[in-house]
């Protein structure tokens, strides 16, 4: 609720705003409509909290055969996270469902709860599908599974303040959920209720299409409704080519008749304007769009853009999904044989992130222009937007070359001690075999290099994260006891596995903070045995001699610290862990 300071508070002062009308004011129904949606009863400039929204929805669910309500999850603070299920014969099983023949899609809405047009817009589509009977064709080959709200907490933390360049809903929700972790990065750990609650219904429903509902920060322009996904370089090529080929167009086409303005999706090369180029962004695993690319799950992720009045966004947002419904259906076999495709590919490498190309292309840009000006206040030039209208061209870089890519091993091994870790994946709908009996095999294991993790100041999304330098691997025969895991790669998800397993990818269990403990050590030495110790092994050891001076020589830190060269000796001791900073999932090498 907004307190008396912050009614007396003015609202950011944001850039021009031009007028925009368009045919799709014809889809909000009349003021008299007994189903009529509160946002719509507001002129689509507010937008209904929980509980109303949830009111409406199953008087709805009552009227509509064709729908059922669903309660997929409960958030932090109790709530229920609910699913709406639209199947023309208001089928509730997803075997069921797959039996039709239909396509099956997903879509949410306030993963940010700031962001919530989509579910306003998905109300107005559900009425419209089945009591209004104005869209029931769309049912005839696709069902929907619509999550209205996915950070429910989030979503009810409510203020006119929450979004100082978004145009809004008059109030709307928080960023991040009740513990302030934010749900879109959370694809690859899965620690949020929410995410997790959404991982399951993939798992469960295996849908066609995956719509993720947002809403833009960043830079003016003309687009109004802007939807990408990762490129046809990435980890599943076939389903890109699939949407550029045959959902935008028709997207685009729908969403222009419409009286909208589709684009790609947008980031500002420098962070504020589109003066040194846009970015066409690659996502890893923790975003929605790139854990969908790497699952092989067709995944468009949407951003509404901010500075676009409420009313307008909700309008294109119903729009895009009528479309996305409509194109899944009449094209569903298309769409399954590209899914099939990435998903039985099993390319050699896998990337774990990407870079820029080596020659950014350019791109025809509907821009808004805009000013720089020095700011008395920064004392720095910044952009001021005129709301005048622009196109230009301008360099599109693009993050469509590999980094670091990693071969794809036959298996991991996972001990039965880091169980959890099994669970883990488990929970991605990741295949993970339970060793029923004491294996002995060949396989790689990494030993990470001695430096320190840099965990950074401040915890990102609740995690320390750890960044380590190039592990080093050596293959042995290793022994582990009944009850450890296996993790084959040549299965639907086995990419994912990759990227969450290999310790130098950006979002594996690694990085994320997963395995912190082997980077501890547990035992250590006393002075009076070490030194006496360390005098005996340079007295009989000459190799190590000479290894020690050299280092002295090399490196005066170490000669000035004590305790660095008492360290150094101990690590060539057998007193010294040997697990010590050793990974210990193991990488099966292909035969």
């Known amino acids: 609720s907004t307190t008396c300071a912050q009614a007396q508070f003015p609202p950011a002062p944001l850039p021009p705003l031009p007028d925009w009308s368009g045919a799709s004011e014809q889809l909000i129904v009349q003021a008299d409509d007994p189903w009529i949606t509160p946002a719509e009863r507001t002129g689509l400039t507010e937008t209904p909290d929980y509980a109303e929204t949830m009111t409406w929805l199953d008087r709805l669910v009552e009227a509509a055969p064709e729908l059922n309500r669903f309660r997929i999850g409960t958030s932090a603070q109790g709530r229920a996270i609910n699913m709406i299920i639209a199947d023309r014969d208001g089928l509730t099983d997803p075997v069921a469902i797959a039996r039709t023949g239909r396509a099956l899609v997903l879509a949410h809405a306030g993963i940010h709860s700031g962001e919530i047009d989509g579910k306003d817009a998905g109300l107005m589509l559900l009425r419209d599908m089945t009591v209004a009977g104005e869209r029931e064709t769309l049912l005839e080959k696709a069902s929907l599974l619509f999550i209205p709200i996915l950070n429910v907490d989030g979503h009810e933390r409510s203020s006119a303040y929450n979004r100082m360049n978004q145009r809004g809903p008059e109030s709307m929700g928080w960023r ?23 991982t399951s219904v993939v798992k469960r429903w295996q849908p066609d299409l995956y719509l993720d509902l947002h809403v833009t920060d960043g830079a003016d322009y003309q687009y109004d409704i802007t939807y990408g996904w990762n490129g046809p370089h990435a980890w599943s090529p076939a389903i890109a080519g699939w949407l550029d080929q045959s959902l935008r167009p028709a997207v685009d086409r729908a969403l222009s008749d419409y009286g909208h303005i589709p684009g790609p999706l947008i980031f500002a090369a420098n962070g504020r304007d589109l003066s040194d180029g846009m970015l066409s962004w690659t996502a890893g695993p923790r975003f929605s769009n790139g854990w969908g690319d790497a699952r092989h799950l067709p995944t468009i992720l949407v951003e509404n853009h901010s500075l676009k009045p409420y009313r307008q966004r909700v309008l294109g947002t ?63 030039m910044v952009p001021r937007w005129t709301g005048r209208p622009i196109t230009q061209v301008i360099p599109e870089i693009e993050l469509n070359q590999a980094g670091l890519e990693i071969k794809r091993p036959a298996a991991y091994l996972i001990p039965i001690e880091w169980r959890d870790i099994a669970e883990r994946l488990v929970a991605q709908g990741i295949r993970v075999e339970v060793v029923d009996r004491p294996l ?121 610290d004590a305790d660095a060269r008492l360290r150094w000796f101990y690590r060539q001791t057998p007193y010294y862990d040997q697990t010590h900073r050793r990974y210990p999932v193991l990488r099966v090498p292909r035969s």
């Open 176 to 198: 991040t959920n009740a513990r302030n972790l934010n749900l879109n990065r959370d694809f690859a750990r899965l620690d949020t209720r929410g995410v997790r609650a959404l």
């Open 318 to 380: 119903y729009v895009l999904m009528a479309e996305a419904l409509r194109v899944a259906g009449e094209n569903i076999d298309s769409l399954r044989a590209a899914v099939e495709t990435d998903r039985t590919r099993f390319a050699d490498t896998v990337p774990m992130d990407w870079q820029p190309g080596t020659e950014p292309g350019e791109i025809e840009f509907k821009g808004i222009e805009s000013e720089l000006e020095l700011s008395e206040i920064t004392g720095t």
């Open 440 to 560: 002995s095999v060949m396989a790689t294991r990494y030993q990470l290099p001695d430096a320190a993790p840099d965990t950074g100041a401040i915890p990102f999304e609740g995690r320390a994260r750890y960044v380590s330098g190039q592990p080093q691997a050596e293959t042995l025969r290793i022994e582990l006891p009944a009850g450890s895991f296996r993790v084959t790669t040549d299965q639907p998800l086995g990419t994912l596995a990759v990227l969450l397993l290999e310790p130098q990818s950006p979002d594996s269990y690694f990085q994320w903070g997963d395995f912190a403990s082997i980077l501890q050590r547990t035992e250590y030495y006393e002075e009076y045995a070490m030194e006496p110790l360390a005098r005996r092994m340079l007295k009989s050891d000459p190799a190590l001699r000479a290894r020690f001076e050299q280092k002295l020589l090399a490196e005066p830190a170490f000669a000035g």
